[in-house]
Each structure stands twice: as structure tokens, then as C-alpha cells.
């Protein structure tokens, strides 16, 4: 029977049932939801007079009933459910629902069918670039559904980034936190699906319905609050939150490219103050210099138009002679051999700003920022003088073959 056919095979079924009860059908299977286990099991037997009655065959060794609390649970039994039948968690259409009790997320089947398709899409012959696209339209997508109780697990992301690393040739220096906020929102899993979340939460109130799980574990709207306060906001009241740098936001009421412009900006904040806090040279000098929104801006569009060395310079893959020195020798030597100066040490420092053999640079700028990793201090072409010097020089050095030793890979 064709899918048509089955829809108008049951329409007077469909339409009977959800008179008294909540339902989603899709073709040959449904979701019946009731407030008590009574209820549902009834919707449940009038399915069973109209199967019969339309000369079909209920298989119910397929049912799977969701119980919220041991109560429920012992009560489906009791009503001829065996416990194979009876879950803490279900997956519909790829959301988890989750009950009270229950700790785990969703089964993992999905995502690792996602991480084998970007490992393939890493292996592809194709240019960075298209690979990175395909990533952001095939991967991510697939990858992000259903977390809407629920934030995405670390694991997942990490597992997740870790193929990107391989897809965009991320080099192993980059800082990941600046490296996720340079390639963008959209491809961050992690926050891909809290705005999906986000997005679906907001359409349903103002739909005018009520909150869903208002002070429940594991419900929509503790997920969106704990999200929003893990990037250091906290809730006012139900449906309006605050930030210290971002302000107020109000689901229902304010427009929704502004909410989510201000969940953009907390989201790149967070990944800002949490590469400051690591343990890196570059997140040491720099520890105390204040996310900027407009620097960020003209940061990201160098990095969207720039090559490989753009990239890696502006997220903290600069390469001096002194790191070369010690991945092939152990130790920093005195000495560079780009200028000939014996006394220098060749680092990033000196290579940038004081080495005789990129004599043609542009004046040292005083901001941080821009001298380590050529942010740019002002829109456009001439605000990206800073970061294509330092790029020619990271390409020179990765280039150098001193005592006839081959050049660093990239």
C-alpha cells in the first residue's frame, strides 16, 4: 500500500482517538501521550478495535512505553508489559526523551554513523574549503538533531571536532577555542544544536503553549537555562535571562535575530575567557585582553578570506625557529638563521618584529592582540597588513632547512 493509502486507510482512526487523546502518527507507527498510565493504555486497546475493525494487525511486540517513575513502571507491568518493553528513554524522529531518573542520553548508533561519514568526507580528495562546506551542509546537520532535553555531552563534541580537524587541516597548534570561533557558529556542533533547542523552545511559547517541563529534570526548559548560565548568564524569571556583558533577553518578547545575536556573542565570550585560562604561551601573554565584538568581526573576515598561514597565524599556529628547534632537537638554541645574528634566540618574537630578514615589515603595532596574532585593528585590506606579514613569516620558517634538515610540515 502505498503512503497515501495508508494515510486515508486511517484517517477515521486518527481523527476518532484524538478527540480524547494526544497523539502523533506517522504511517504505521504513533505516540500516544496521557498524563496517567490508564489513559494511555487505553488509547491504546481503541487502536487495537480499529486495526480490527480495518482488517489490520497491531504488532505489539514493537510497543515501547516511556515511564516517568517506578510507580508507572510497575503499573505497566502489572497491565501485561514485559520490562524489555518498558524504558527510561525513548528516541522519536531522533529527540531523546528522558525520565526523571534517568542519567544517559540517546543511543549512540546515529553518531557514529555521522563520525564514519566525516571520516570518509576527511579522506575525500577534495580542497579544504569544499570539504569544510560539505562538513557544515552534511555532518553537522545530522549530527546536531534531537538535543533538545539535554546538552550536547563533551565527548560528543570532542569526538566531533576531531574529525573537523582532519576535514578543514586544522593545524595540531591552533588553539581550539580560537579556532572555533574563527570557522564560525555554524560550524559548532555544540552550539548548532543548543540554538536548535533554543529556536523550537521560543516557536512553541509563542504558539501559546505552556512551558514544557518548567522545573523538571531533563525538560526543555531546564536545558535552554542551564546552556544560557554555562556561558556565565542566569535567569531573571521564566523565559527572560540575563548576562553580565550581554544584558537582558527576553524569549517572548524580543526579536529573535537579537536573542540570538546575544547568545552568539556569550557563546564567543565563553570560548575567549576559555582559551585565556589555558596553559599556552600565547594565553599568558595575552591573559587580560577583553573580548571585543568588532575586533572579533574583522578577525573572522581576514580569516574567511585568507589562506592556510592567515589561519594559523589568527588562531595561535604560528611557528618559530625556536618551536622547530625543539621538536627536532630537544632544546633552544642561540643563534638565528634567517638575520645571522648569533645572540638572538629565533622565536616568534623576534622573527615578527626584529629579525633583519623580514626587514621589510610594517611598524610594530602596540596592541597585543595584533602583534601576536595579527588581529586586525581596523575593517578591511589595510587593517590586514599585520596578519599577512606575520603569515609570509610563518611560510618562510616553515620553509627553512637549516643543517640541510627538511622543511616543518604544515
Not at 508489559?81 to 548508533?109: A, E, F, K, N, P
Not at 587580560?288 to 589568527?314: C, I, M, N, S
Amino acid at each position: 500500500m502505498s503512503a497515501m493509502g495508508v494515510v486515508l486507510v486511517l484517517s477515521d482512526a486518527v481523527r476518532d482517538i484524538s478527540r480524547h487523546h494526544t497523539q502523533s502518527v506517522f504511517l504505521d507507527d504513533r505516540v500516544l501521550v496521557a498524563d496517567t498510565v490508564r489513559e494511555v493504555l487505553a488509547a491504546k486497546q481503541k487502536w487495537a478495535r480499529w486495526s480490527r475493525k480495518l482488517g489490520l494487525e497491531e504488532n505489539d511486540q514493537k510497543v515501547v512505553a516511556l515511564a516517568q517513575t517506578q510507580a508507572q513502571r510497575l503499573a505497566f507491568e502489572r497491565r501485561g508489559l514485559s520490562q524489555s518493553q518498558i524504558s527510561g528513554q525513548l528516541r522519536i524522529l531522533g529527540v531523546d526523551y528522558l525520565s526523571q531518573g534517568c542519567d544517559g542520553y540517546g543511543s549512540t548508533r546515529q553518531q557514529k554513523t555521522v563520525q564514519a561519514l566525516g571520516w570518509r568526507l576527511a579522506r575525500a580528495p577534495l580542497p579544504a574549503e569544499v570539504r569544510t562546506s560539505l562538513y557544515r551542509s552534511r555532518i553537522i546537520p545530522s549530527l546536531c538533531w534531537g538535543w533538545w532535553f539535554q546538552d550536547m555531552p563533551a565527548e560528543v563534541f570532542n569526538q566531533a571536532y576531531a574529525v573537523f580537524r582532519k576535514v578543514a587541516t586544522v593545524h595540531h597548534m591552533a588553539a581550539r577555542n580560537l579556532r572555533v570561533i574563527m570557522d564560525g557558529h555554524q560550524l559548532c556542533p555544540y552550539f548548532v544544536a543548543f540554538a536548535q533547542a533554543f529556536t523550537q523552545l521560543r516557536s512553541l511559547v509563542l504558539k501559546g503553549l505552556p512551558w514544557p517541563g518548567h522545573g523538571q529534570r531533563h525538560s526543555w526548559v531546564e536545558r535552554v537555562r542551564d546552556t544560557l548560565g554555562a556561558g556565565g548568564g542566569g535567569a531573571l524569571a521564566l523565559g527572560r535571562w540575563t548576562h553580565p556583558t550581554e544584558g537582558n533577553m527576553d524569549v517572548q518578547h524580543d526579536n529573535k535575530d537579537k536573542v540570538l545575536h546575544l547568545v552568539r556573542e556569550s557563546w564567543r565570550r565563553s570560548h575567549w575567557e576559555a582559551f585565556l585560562a589555558k596553559d599556552r604561551r600565547d594565553s599568558r601573554f595575552l591573559r587580560g585582553t577583553a573580548y571585543h565584538p568588532r575586533r572579533y568581526k574583522w578577525a573572522a573576515e581576514a580569516f574567511r578570506d585568507g589562506g592556510q598561514h592567515v589561519k594559523a597565524v589568527l588562531t595561535g599556529a604560528a611557528l618559530s625557529l625556536s618551536v622547530q628547534q625543539v621538536i627536532f632537537e630537544g632544546a633552544v638554541q642561540q643563534g638565528c638563521g634567517l638575520c645571522g645574528d648569533a645572540e638572538a634566540f629565533p622565536t616568534w618574537e623576534h622573527l615578527a618584529w626584529d629579525c633583519a630578514g623580514f626587514a621589510a615589515r610594517p611598524a610594530r603595532p602596540g596592541d597585543p592582540l595584533s602583534c601576536r596574532f595579527g588581529w586586525p585593528q581596523r575593517a578591511g585590506p589595510p587593517g590586514r597588513v599585520v596578519v599577512e606579514h606575520l603569515a609570509a613569516v610563518r611560510e618562510q620558517v616553515l620553509g627553512f632547512r637549516p643543517h640541510g634538515r627538511r622543511g616543518a610540515r604544515l
